[in-house]
């Protein structure tokens, strides 16, 4: 059988493919002078860029594609593709790129250390990118796990590129093993799902999970393929596969209790990979997390929420505890990264297919603020090589401008005015929560709303503290270009401001 390909569907993965082997090419044939450096991150950027424009423009036309599709068989189970170009790969695809442009831009500023070689980078970049992108619009379960794979393998190699680094070893070995892991915990339960449905398709899992059989079901069965599973059947097995896919993605997200592995590796990386990891490989997860629950195993919403609503009870609690005890920056972000995930798993927990788009929203608003967050620690890591907490006092006499966006960003984080992005992603969770019936989770969640303010206004406060003199001293060699920061600083802010001002961008759009 001949599939059909539509290129205008898988279009923006393709373009960052292409993108990443020009890279590599541009690196291996273009001298090596002082301008091949920016020609790299232009090159780059421009093809985040093009991407993004491409994902957008779908979006204008309402155009929907879909590709890589099985016909209907004698049987009589419909069509089924695996990449579906949809509202829900639309909004995943536009939060990836934009963050991607804030990533490529602290890139930048990152190479000009030196000691990291340019094209490797860019091309590992782009290749978690494409994966990226593509998990969302993924719609089997092979698919589903090749491009979970591309974005998890080369953030690894991303963490330890920086030679010599033994901190940086460390982190990418300990992400290389939970990356295999989680892996192999998935992948369990993939097969599990197979064997039990005999189809790799999530709509066909779906169709199969649900009983008793109808008589097209029966014709499947006379035809040699698997019937559907008459309720209650092979729960123990279906209740095994269930759990495994869950926890695999546990592992992603960084959800509790596979969440130990976020602080080192957080501080190990270079700011920007954990960026990425914060704000990239996270909406990725959740992305293929999503697909999953909403589309293969919606019809077993009873089995999955409990455990959803329990996982996001204890990963924002543990989250925000640990958050209380940092004093290193970037440390203290991936705890409250932990805890983000925790107020995105929420509205899972309602068990219903309607309560997926709040979640989305909140990650939506979430990425801006995080992303700025961390551009602004990539800048004051420029002249502070320690980055801790108290390397920010009196940071709004010495800068003013990073210091009121980080204060921005921290209050949008909190959930407190003028921060109104961040206050109405929490107001969309809690009442998605509410009227879902879950009122425990709404009381664990209001509670670790207040447990958060604590370590967002301390470190806000810093920024205001008149610092003694020998904190401002500059760490000698760390003088790094500031441009390309800035505009991501910038293009954060920007973003985190129109969801302040207008959040029915991301709300109607996730709708």
Not at 62 to 82: I, L, N, Q, Y
Not at 433 to 440: A, F, K, L, M
Not at 496 to 501: G, I, R
Request: aromatic content about 8%.
């Amino acid at each position: 059988m001949i599939q059909s390909i539509d290129y205008a569907a898988i279009a923006p993965p393709l373009i960052l493919a292409v993108v990443a082997g020009l890279v590599l090419l541009l690196d291996a044939f273009l001298p090596r002078t002082p301008r091949t450096l920016p020609t790299l991150g232009l090159v780059t950027l421009a093809g985040v860029l093009a991407a993004l424009a491409t994902v957008l423009t779908q979006a204008v036309q309402g155009s929907r594609p879909r590709t890589f599709c099985v016909p209907a068989d004698v049987a009589g189970v419909p069509p089924s593709c695996s990449f579906v170009v949809d509202d829900l790969t639309l909004v995943f695809g536009a939060v990836v790129l934009a963050a991607a442009v804030v990533v490529v831009l602290l890139s930048w500023t990152q190479l000009a250390e030196g000691g990291i070689p340019a094209g490797e980078w860019y091309f590992l970049l782009l290749c978690t990118l494409t994966g990226a992108v593509t998990l969302p619009a993924s719609r089997d379960l092979i698919m589903l796990v090749v491009a979970l794979e591309l974005v998890s393998l080369p953030v690894f190699a991303l963490t330890a590129l920086k030679r010599y680094d033994a901190r940086g070893s460390e982190a990418a070995l300990k992400l290389f093993l939970v990356s295999v892991i989680s892996t192999a915990v998935m992948l369990f339960g993939v097969s599990l799902l197979y064997g039990l449905t005999g189809s790799v398709h999530l709509d066909r899992i779906a169709a199969r999970l649900s009983g008793p059989p109808t008589a097209a079901q029966g014709a499947e069965a006379l035809a040699g393929l698997p019937a559907a599973l008459p309720a209650g059947v092979p729960s123990g097995v279906l209740t095994v596969a269930v759990v495994l896919v869950l926890a695999g993605f546990a592992f992603k997200v960084a959800a509790v209790p596979f969440h130990f592995w976020a602080g080192d590796v957080y501080q190990g990386a270079p700011v920007p990979v954990a960026a990425l990891l914060s704000v990239i490989s996270k909406a990725a997860g959740f992305a293929g997390l999503i697909v999953v629950l909403t589309i293969a195993l919606a019809g077993q919403a009873r089995l999955w929420a409990p455990i959803v609503a329990v996982l996001a009870a204890l990963t924002m609690t543990v989250g925000n505890l640990l958050a209380l005890r940092q004093r290193h920056a970037v440390r203290l972000l991936a705890w409250s990264s932990v805890a983000q995930s925790g107020y995105i798993l929420a509205p899972l927990g309602v068990a219903g297919k309607s309560a997926a788009p709040a979640s989305i929203a909140y990650l939506a608003i979430y990425a801006a603020m995080n992303a700025g967050a961390f551009a602004v620690v990539m800048l004051v890591s420029r002249t502070s090589q320690r980055n801790e907490l108290d390397d920010y006092r009196g940071l709004a006499f010495r800068s003013p401008a990073p210091a009121l966006a980080l204060a921005f960003f921290l209050i949008c984080l909190a959930g407190l005015p003028p921060g109104l992005a961040g206050l109405f992603a929490k107001i969309v969770v809690f009442r998605e929560i509410v009227h879902g019936g879950v009122g425990w989770l709404a009381v664990v969640m209001a509670v670790n709303t207040v447990i958060g303010l604590y370590y967002y206004i301390a470190w806000t406060a810093r920024l205001f503290t008149p610092a003694p003199a020998l904190a401002a001293v500059p760490v000698p060699g760390r003088r790094l270009p500031a441009r390309p920061v800035t505009i991501a600083v910038a293009v954060a802010l920007l973003i985190s401001l129109a969801f302040s001002v207008a959040p029915q961008l991301v709300l109607s759009a996730v709708g």
